[in-house]
């Protein structure tokens, strides 16, 4: 069955980085699209970075633009997203999934930005 396992998250100051990862199983993870998502306390869950099956192409939502980086290892199975220029606003709990997800969803990873 699919399993997506999240890691990396952790309490950070503003300013500071994270990398998160994401391994997932039970898809074919070459041949699939993968993106992080996050969901903040009392809002939607949302897509904030895409990567293309072989990781030429990425797109990012408007608020982390410049600062986060997506990447991947098809040969580990593993989605990345390098995290820079943390901000308060940043932080959530990060999941990995397909884009246009899959029912099945990690744990998550929680992101605190705090002082």
């Known amino acids: 069955q699919v399993q997506l396992v999240e890691s990396g998250g952790g309490l950070v100051q503003p300013g500071g980085s994270l990398r998160l990862s994401c391994v997932a199983s039970?898809?074919?993870?070459?041949?699939?699209?993968m993106g992080w998502y996050r969901q903040a306390p009392g809002k939607q869950r949302e897509l904030v970075a895409r990567?293309?099956?072989?990781?030429?192409?990425?797109i990012y939502a408007n608020p982390v633009k410049g600062r986060f980086t997506i990447s991947r290892d098809n040969g580990k199975n593993t989605v990345y997203l390098q995290m820079s220029s943390l901000h308060p606003d940043d932080t959530a709990v990060y999941y990995c999934?397909?884009?246009?997800?899959?029912?099945?969803w990690g744990q998550g990873t929680q992101v605190t930005v705090s002082s």
């Open positions: 999934n397909t884009v246009g997800p899959l029912a099945v």
């Open positions: 039970g898809i074919i993870f070459s041949t699939t699209i």
């Open positions: 990567i293309s099956t072989g990781g030429g192409t990425t």
